[in-house]
C-alpha cells in the first residue's frame, strides 16, 4: 500500500518499505532503497539493484570514468537480485527474513524511535 514516497508490504511479523520514484511502475523498480523493520521497532536497510541495472550503471560509469571507467560497482548496503518488481523484491526480502540471512544482507539500523510515539 501507499503511504506517501512510501510503498509499505505488510507481513505478520515485520514490515517491509520501499522508496520507488513517484512515477515508477513497481512492477518495473531496479533499484530502490528499502528497509525492514520488526514489531520490536529493529530496522534493516538496504538498497536492491537488479543484474541489469548493475550493468547498465557499469556500463554508463565506462564512459563518466566513475569506478575506474565502470571496472567495479560496490554499495556498503546492496543486494542484488535476478528480476525487477517490487513483488519479485518482496519474494526474496521474504526468504531472507525466513533465513535469517537478512543480517548479513542489509545494514543494521537499530530501534525505530518512533515507534514510542
Same mark, same amino acid.
Request: glycine share 6%.
Given at each position: 500500500?501507499?503511504? *506517501?514516497?512510501?510503498?509499505?508490504? =505488510?507481513?505478520?511479523?515485520?514490515?517491509?518499505?520501499? #522508496?520507488?520514484?513517484?512515477?515508477?511502475? #513497481?512492477?518495473? &523498480?531496479?533499484?530502490?532503497?528499502?528497509? #525492514?523493520?520488526?514489531? @520490536? !521497532?529493529?530496522?534493516?536497510? !538496504? $538498497?536492491?539493484? $537488479?543484474? /541489469?541495472?548493475?550493468?547498465?550503471?557499469?556500463?554508463?560509469? =565506462?564512459?563518466? *570514468?566513475?569506478?575506474? /571507467? *565502470?571496472?567495479?560497482?560496490?554499495?556498503?548496503?546492496?543486494?542484488?537480485?535476478?528480476?525487477?518488481?517490487?513483488?519479485?523484491?518482496?519474494?526474496?526480502?521474504? @526468504?531472507? &527474513?525466513?533465513? !535469517?540471512?537478512?543480517?548479513?544482507?542489509?545494514?543494521?539500523? !537499530?530501534?525505530?524511535?518512533?515507534?514510542?510515539?
Amino acid at each position: 500500500m501507499w503511504d *506517501g514516497p512510501f510503498y509499505r508490504v =505488510k507481513r505478520e511479523d515485520y514490515e517491509i518499505c520501499f #522508496l520507488p520514484r513517484e512515477d515508477e511502475d #513497481l512492477e518495473e &523498480v531496479c533499484n530502490v532503497d528499502m528497509w #525492514l523493520t520488526f514489531p @520490536d !521497532g529493529n530496522r534493516w536497510s !538496504g $538498497t536492491i539493484f $537488479t543484474l /541489469d541495472e548493475v550493468q547498465r550503471l557499469m556500463d554508463r560509469w =565506462k564512459d563518466t *570514468g566513475e569506478c575506474l /571507467d *565502470g571496472t567495479y560497482f560496490y554499495c556498503w548496503d546492496e543486494l542484488i537480485v535476478r528480476h525487477a518488481g517490487i513483488s519479485s523484491m518482496v519474494r526474496v526480502i521474504d @526468504d531472507l &527474513v525466513v533465513t !535469517g540471512d537478512y543480517e548479513c544482507a542489509l545494514r543494521p539500523n !537499530g530501534p525505530d524511535d518512533d515507534l514510542d510515539d
